[in-house]
């Protein structure tokens, strides 16, 4: 073999082998460089929550915000509480995917107009449930509630006579429905410039802390009943509509009408009668949607199961302390007869 043959015998495996180091470090870079605009990192300062984080770095994504925030609670579980999306850790590091809508116009000809389609987006997660819930869907598809369900505008919610569930909004407000309750969700959003939070309790029992939604004079925030409807503006207050029979450890009341108590904030109650003021520890009651609003006492078991009563120790046991008695004032009786 020439020495020319020789060399190019030698060369040929060097040059192979730099190509495919050359392609692998193209893919690295480029798996780099992809990587580090594709994602961002922040540390999670007190009192921040997911929901003012994603409305700040996602602002332009009004519509995936719901989606955005599951996937950051995937992401990083080490963040939250029990992978929920209203309870995150201050200090810890999270990552936060980019997003792009993946909706995209359908090229169009003519005087014909894009379709594009638009998938529910849910506003709200079960976080806590007892007994049967379900929910049945604007097209009448019903499905049962469980631990981590996922509620869409539109829902109609229903809790059997010893149900229970909790729900978690997409603002960070807590909705309890009790037991043998009806409830719908009309409308729920995030919106710059103004949201809005419309829930109609159709009959039953609920509790509500509000989130987000209503601190501000531009929201929109209404529960409507089939008797009045109140609004709200950032506070925590139970309803209570057409449920005369207490269940799940409530009292039975004497009015099959609108009872509202406050319990921290103020709310507003309007009928078509008046409008009326209720503030931090007051209760009012409605008839019905033709009577007047009347200030009531808040009593314990109208809007929560009622407190039980405890037994004193010395009550259980009196009545063994008076059989001695009894005995000796016998035997005295006796003496005296002798």
């Not at 470090?25 to 605009?37: D, I």
Request: hydrophobic share 40%.
């Amino acid at each position: 073999m020439s020495s020319m043959s020789l060399f190019r015998f030698k060369l040929l495996p060097m040059l192979v082998l730099a190509c495919l180091l050359l392609s692998f470090s193209a893919h690295v870079f480029a798996q780099a460089s992809k990587f580090n605009t594709e994602k961002r990192y922040l540390y999670v300062q007190p009192g921040q929550s997911i929901f003012s984080i994603v409305q700040v770095l996602y602002a332009d994504q009004q519509k995936h915000w719901p989606e955005i925030i599951r996937k950051i609670v995937r992401t990083n579980p080490h963040a939250f509480v029990g992978a929920d999306s209203t309870k995150i850790l201050p200090g810890e590091r999270i990552e936060l995917p980019a997003y792009t809508s993946s909706i995209r116009p359908t090229p169009t000809s003519g005087n014909s107009k894009a379709v594009v389609y638009k998938g529910p987006s849910a506003v709200g997660q079960v976080i806590k449930v007892r007994g049967r819930a379900f929910a049945l869907s604007e097209e009448l598809k019903s499905r049962d509630l469980v631990l981590g369900s996922e509620v869409f505008v539109g829902d109609r919610i229903f809790t059997g006579v010893e149900g229970f569930i909790r729900l978690s909004m997409i603002d960070d407000a807590k909705i309890d429905l009790r037991c043998n309750s009806e409830m719908r969700i009309e409308d729920y959003q995030l919106l710059r410039g103004g949201n809005r939070s419309v829930l109609r309790l159709i009959k039953g029992s609920v509790k509500k802390i509000t989130g987000s939604i209503g601190k501000v004079a531009e929201d929109i925030y209404e529960m409507h009943t089939p008797v009045a409807t109140v609004g709200v503006r950032g506070t925590e207050y139970a309803i209570r509509v057409l449920q005369s029979h207490g269940c799940d450890g409530s009292l039975d009341v004497n009015s099959d009408g609108l009872f509202v108590k406050v319990s921290k904030g103020a709310i507003d109650i309007k009928s078509d009668q008046q409008k009326v003021a209720l503030n931090s520890g007051q209760a009012a009651h409605v008839a019905d949607d033709s009577s007047q609003i009347k200030a009531i006492e808040a009593r314990d078991g109208v809007f929560e199961e009622a407190p039980k009563e405890k037994k004193s120790f010395l009550g259980s046991i009196s009545w063994l302390l008076l059989v001695p008695v009894l005995l000796l004032l016998r035997r005295v009786k006796g003496h005296v007869r002798s």
